[in-house]
């Protein structure tokens, strides 16, 4: 934290293992911690996230990281300097680049880190299966071409905005009809495996998206003069 610039008690490092403790079950002897005497970074550096984050992993707790923070600001309401929302949003990347450098260290491929925190990581063991999932998938040989024709599709995205709801009346081209046709399909399996958080079925499933996806993009045009078939399109 001391890197991060963040006016922070010593206190907040008891405290966080006092609310860890109530969320996770486990307890933790801070009684006897000195916080006016503490030395704050090394109690509650590298060393200790890594293992907060270890036991999260290891014992899949499902406990969401903004809560646990945001109780423990909670407690030490008066004690800290800065402002709460400040604390806060630098407690979570500080956790985020901790997992991050763990999960490198251990042989996960940046590229799906990134990936996966980047779309939120409060859930830290859920964020693990995530990335583990997706590492899985990675390794599957339809993986790289089904990545390279979603960057396409968000390249085009990124030239006009999407058009909204797609109206199959609209369609021109056989193709069109055969993906939207495998989307919805594939959407209703998804739309059930996520919830049970079988993400490797889930991530597996839309792998069957590529040959339509590579059938629509290889033969038909999206950026059209007409308006609504573009739109629709899109």
């Known amino acids: 934290?001391?890197?991060?610039?963040?006016?922070l008690s010593a206190a907040l490092a008891k405290c966080f293992f006092q609310v860890f403790s109530e969320e996770s079950s486990l307890k933790f002897n801070t009684d006897s911690l000195n916080i006016d005497s503490l030395d704050y970074e090394r109690f509650f550096g590298y060393?200790?996230?890594?293992?907060?984050?270890?036991?999260?992993?290891?014992?899949?707790?499902?406990?969401?990281?903004?809560?646990?923070?945001?109780?423990?600001i909670e407690y030490l309401n008066g004690k800290i300097s800065r402002d709460p929302v400040m604390v806060k949003e630098g407690v979570l990347e500080f956790f985020r680049l901790r997992l991050q450098n763990q999960l490198t260290s251990q042989g996960y491929p940046y590229d799906i880190i990134d990936a996966v925190?980047?779309?939120?990581?409060d859930n830290l063991a859920d964020s693990f299966e995530r990335i583990k999932a997706l590492q899985e998938l990675k390794n599957q040989p339809d993986f790289k071409p089904l990545a390279i024709a979603f960057k396409r599709a968000s390249n085009i995205l990124n030239q006009s905005p999407p058009g909204g709801e797609v109206i199959s009346s609209l369609f021109q081209d056989p193709l069109e009809s055969t993906l939207f046709k495998a989307y919805k399909e594939i959407e209703k399996y998804v739309a059930k495996l996520i919830p049970e958080k079988r993400y490797l079925e889930a991530l597996t499933k839309m792998v069957q998206l590529r040959k339509p996806v590579d059938?629509?993009?290889?033969?038909?045009?999206?950026?059209?003069?007409d308006q609504k078939t573009r739109e629709n399109r899109l």
């Open 1 to 7: 934290f001391h890197c991060l610039s963040l006016n």
């Open 117 to 121: 925190l980047s779309v939120g990581f």
């Open 215 to 225: 059938d629509f993009f290889g033969n038909v045009m999206v950026i059209v003069e």
């Open 47 to 72: 060393p200790i996230a890594r293992k907060i984050i270890n036991i999260i992993l290891d014992k899949k707790y499902p406990i969401s990281l903004k809560k646990l923070i945001e109780r423990n």
